[in-house]
């Protein structure tokens, strides 16, 4: 048998100091680790706009790093076989390399040597199919980097028609860039001025908190603060300026570290040492880097509201019961259609805050839970319809025991939860006080 290899060896130590199931930050992660953000769930919904519309292209945009290769595969897990794929990830191609990953993603294999006209083949298959009913999505990544060649044979493919109808779908994704190239006379027929664009940000900072969390949670973490806490979140949003893939890097690096010195919690100290065993420039994120934002170091309890991707309000928890609804009366006021008119309530006592389904049709999420009663912890995600609600209490870190009335509803989202006793779909755990 062979003996484990170094980091193999490192890996096993950072599960089990942690008690992970699996590497929280890995690169390539199942699409449990995916993170509906705004931006995101709303890049998810343009892509899938353009398959289900007349529309034939659309144009993604994001810095390096923000998710879009995320995007596509989380795109592509939910497709049905109606809908035919090729998805070209290499932009260093030559145009017959470009026409053959195509044709090889499609089904058809030819040979180096085979001497098959390659764009004759690709528009007779993506017609005929058209013809069948079917929907043929041609994706590419990076097209910025394309070589002016390769952009042409793109240029043909894309204008294909079939009784007037476009024969291939197309979504180019890539940087800021790809602008200026599309823009260029020579695709000018290819991409029209109304031809539908999206952008994608970096995670604004109580976003990426929220992302951190959440990928622990899901590789079994039981305490994410513990592990990642919130005071090194300024820090991490500076180094990465909010890119989900450079959070990762560092953050896998900076658990190595910690393992390596035989701490359990990552510090900034940590993170500054990852960033520089990985070559970042770290002179401009120290810079001020021992003052920490106001959000993150606040020892008063708050909660921050976002609808819109960004922070829409920041609520400091002052009174004893905030109600959450879509009632103008609601002191978290969220108008949506998904949303009860009272539909959550927050109750404060003396040592510990309590989040309540007041019987909603749609329910409530704490950390991609449905949760009809908990005890709040910092750094909880919860999701009422479109919100995003993050509940920030640095001296709610932890909590001491378990929540013996932690009650956890497996009611389907939209429906009644009032039902004959032998119809019911509702379970719960929890205690029920003998009282009453």
């Known amino acids: 048998m062979t003996e484990p290899s170094q980091a193999e060896v490192l890996e096993q130590r950072i599960l089990a100091t942690w008690g992970l199931r699996e590497p929280p930050f890995a690169e390539i992660a199942t699409d449990a680790f995916f993170f509906p953000s705004e931006q995101h769930v709303r890049a998810l919904d343009f892509m899938r706009r353009l398959l289900c519309s007349r529309t034939t292209l659309g144009v993604l945009t994001g810095d390096p790093g923000v998710g879009k290769s995320m995007l596509v595969r989380s795109l592509l897990s939910g497709l049905d076989d109606r809908i035919l794929v090729a998805h070209v990830q290499r932009a260093d191609l030559e145009p017959r390399d470009f026409l053959n990953d195509i044709l090889q993603q499609f089904g058809l294999l030819l040979g180096q040597d085979d001497?098959?006209?390659r764009r004759l083949l690709l528009s007779r298959y993506l017609t005929h199919?058209?013809?069948?009913?079917?929907?043929?999505?041609l994706i590419i990544e990076n097209a910025?980097?394309?070589k002016p060649a390769v952009l042409e044979e793109l240029r043909l493919v894309g204008l294909l028609e079939n009784d007037g109808v476009r024969a291939v779908k197309l979504l180019l994704l890539g940087e800021s860039a790809l602008h200026r190239v599309i823009s260029s006379p020579k695709l000018q027929e290819l991409v029209r001025n109304d031809t539908p664009r999206m952008h994608i940000s970096g995670l604004s900072e109580d976003q990426l908190s929220a992302y951190v969390a959440h990928r622990l949670r899901i590789s079994g973490a039981t305490d994410a603060d513990r592990v990642l806490p919130a005071i090194v979140m300024p820090l991490l949003k500076r180094l990465s300026r909010g890119a989900p893939a450079v959070v990762n890097r560092l953050c896998a690096k900076a658990l190595c570290v910690t393992a390596q010195s035989g701490e359990v919690t990552v510090t900034t100290q940590s993170i500054l040492l990852a960033a520089t065993q990985l070559g970042m420039d770290i002179t401009f994120a120290t810079t001020n880097a021992s003052v920490n934002s106001e959000v993150g170091?606040?020892?008063?309890a708050m909660l921050l509201v976002s609808v819109n991707g960004g922070v829409d309000s920041m609520i400091n928890l002052k009174s004893t019961r905030l109600l959450?609804?879509?009632s103008d009366l609601a002191d978290v006021h969220i108008n949506s259609a998904f949303v009860s008119h009272y539909h959550a309530v927050l109750v404060r006592e003396p040592d510990q805050d309590i989040l309540i389904d007041l019987g909603s049709t749609n329910g409530v999420l704490i950390n991609a839970k449905r949760i009809s009663r908990r005890v709040l912890r910092h750094r909880d995600l919860?999701?009422?319809?479109?919100?995003?609600?993050s509940y920030l209490n640095p001296g709610k870190s932890t909590v001491s025991a378990l929540d013996s009335s932690e009650t956890i509803s497996f009611v389907r989202p939209g429906s009644p939860e009032s039902q004959p006793e032998n119809e019911s779909?509702?379970?719960a755990f929890g205690r029920f006080d003998d009282a009453g």
């Open 115 to 117: 001497r098959t006209d």
């Open 425 to 427: 779909t509702l379970f």
């Open 297 to 300: 170091t606040s020892e008063e």
């Open 382 to 389: 919860i999701q009422i319809g479109p919100a995003r609600i």
């Open 144 to 146: 910025q980097r394309m």
């Open 324 to 326: 959450i609804g879509r």
């Open 129 to 137: 199919q058209v013809g069948s009913g079917r929907i043929c999505l």
